[in-house]
């Protein structure tokens, strides 16, 4: 039976769930950028939402105005979507969470992020995070504390991002070869960039050493960049120009880099530049990643202009910088929660430039608004952590690393190793052996993750499947049981 033909007086707990799969499906396609499809999908669940009793919709129709929103934002119809938003996010605050699973909990955090709510959907991963706790799932509870570490940075709020990512790291270092680890590495590393450089520097260059033992030199960049960062605001600039060249040769050699990576560097390179005290080249550079088309990426705006502000106030061009400096905090703010950190950082260079052209009031109001913000950050709740819980069931896990990513052009994508990991995954628990846990993509590979209770009874299980279909040629699985860890390489066949 599908959920074209799903009778909702049938089973209303069944047909909630299979709204939340459309949802899923519809954000999915929404993140590829594929917007018929994603309407097509969300177009079904606000209909099957709309087809169930007011009591059993409490959660569903605010999650699905979320995705309406998110949708009429990414058509460009801004109208539109502030005021599916309107509509949504009080209803959103009045949902019983108690009363949820994690798959609406974390679609929910998920929706919240991709439209900027980073505040509000910190706190559904953490709810998610309680209830993986108390079902034993180490794996998505590390996967979720990641997640909700990452809206605490895009906040601004580093200490609460830091205590939930390194919980998440905490984790995943009990296991071997667990492809987040490295992911996580560098959140952590963000979070800690500043109150603890030392600890950031050694995190940084184990996520590069990771990839750069793989060969995947495009993961790299993300830890050489942060790297760069760390070192330039150390003063060692010859080490940061360096790691921002080692990046730039990787991203402009790779055919469809994405524009905002290009941008995002070039930004970080003028930084660089900036505290070098080579402002023309810094301006340079800042106008070269302003120039770049098709960001899409309201946050990099901002940041870009801001840098811009501070290359002009360091030049003494204090008119021009103070419009650049509020240009990128216009951006910020359009955001539903902006980072509050850069606000405030932006915010003391356009103090500076007020005063130095006698515009004293301004530079008043300016103050007290950065004020206002440290208060903010100071009086934000502290994130919570309880691991004590955390019950351990499955002891054996097989990783399959399979031999392309998310870059354009393979013979196979992302969406196709969702579909075969679903597959496989009902395989598995058909034998009664395990189950699958979910995926991690990076530009080189996608590793699909199952977990059973014997490694090699759930390998057993796959090994026709994976034999039959090209998808697997030159995979590279682990099998775990334990601490004891074995690689097996997938065959390559010519077809």
């Not at 060692?236 to 120009?241: L, T």
């Not at 040629?473 to 066949?493: D, E, H, S």
Request: glycine share 10%.
């Amino acid at each position: 039976m599908s959920v074209f033909d799903f009778n909702p007086d049938d089973n209303h707990e069944c047909f909630g769930l299979y709204c939340l799969v459309l949802l899923d499906r519809g954000l999915n396609a929404l993140r590829r950028r594929d917007l018929p499809e994603a309407e097509k999908w969300l177009g079904l669940a606000w209909q099957g939402a709309a087809r169930l009793p007011r009591e059993e919709t409490q959660g569903l129709l605010p999650l699905a105005l979320c995705c309406r929103a998110l949708f009429e934002q990414q058509r460009g119809n801004s109208k539109e979507a502030a005021e599916l938003r309107s509509r949504a996010l009080p209803l959103v605050d009045e949902i019983a969470v108690e009363k949820e699973g994690v798959p609406f909990l974390n679609l929910m955090a998920g929706v919240l992020a991709d439209l900027g709510e980073h505040r509000r959907a910190a706190g559904y991963y953490e709810r998610a995070v309680e209830r993986a706790v108390g079902m034993g799932k180490p794996f998505v509870v590390a996967e979720l504390l990641e997640r909700e570490g990452v809206c605490y940075s895009r906040c601004g709020l580093k200490e609460h991002a830091a205590t939930v990512l390194r919980a998440a790291l905490k984790i995943l270092r009990e296991y071997s070869g667990e492809p987040l680890a490295p992911i996580v590495m560098i959140s952590v590393g963000n979070a800690l960039r500043q109150t603890a450089p030392e600890e950031a520097e050694q995190l940084y260059k184990e996520a590069a050493g990771i990839y750069e033992a793989k060969g995947q030199w495009e993961s790299a960049t993300p830890p050489w960049v942060n790297l760069g960062i760390l070192c330039s605001e150390q003063g060692r600039h010859a080490e940061s120009v360096a790691y921002y060249e080692r990046v730039l040769r990787v991203r402009e050699g790779l055919a469809g880099t994405p524009p905002a990576r290009i941008a995002s560097l070039l930004n970080n390179m003028a930084c660089c530049r900036r505290r070098m005290g080579e402002l023309d080249e810094a301006l340079r550079l800042v106008d070269r990643a302003m120039a770049v088309e098709k960001v899409g990426d309201a946050g990099l705006v901002a940041s870009i202009y801001g840098t811009r502000g501070q290359i002009l106030h360091d030049a003494g061009r204090d008119a021009e910088a103070v419009e650049w400096l509020r240009k990128s905090g216009a951006e910020r703010r359009k955001a539903g929660n902006p980072n509050l950190e850069l606000l405030a950082e932006n915010l003391g260079f356009e103090m500076e430039s007020l005063r130095r052209l006698g515009r004293e009031d301004e530079a008043r109001e300016a103050e007290e608004s950065r004020a206002r913000l440290r208060r903010a950050i100071e009086e934000s709740p502290r994130a919570g952590v309880n691991l004590g819980g955390l019950k351990v069931d499955l002891a054996g896990a097989v990783l399959i690393e399979l031999a392309f990513g998310s870059r354009p052009g393979a013979r196979y994508g992302v969406e196709d190793a969702r579909t075969v990991a679903d597959q496989l995954g009902a395989l598995v628990a058909q034998h009664g052996v395990g189950g699958y846990q979910g995926l991690v993509v990076i530009p080189e590979s996608v590793t699909l993750v199952f977990q059973g209770e014997d490694a090699e009874a759930l390998f057993a299980a796959m090994g026709q499947f994976l034999e039959d279909h090209s998808l697997f040629n030159g995979a590279t699985v682990l099998i775990r049981q334990g601490k004891a860890v074995r690689q097996v390489v997938m065959r390559q066949r010519v077809n």
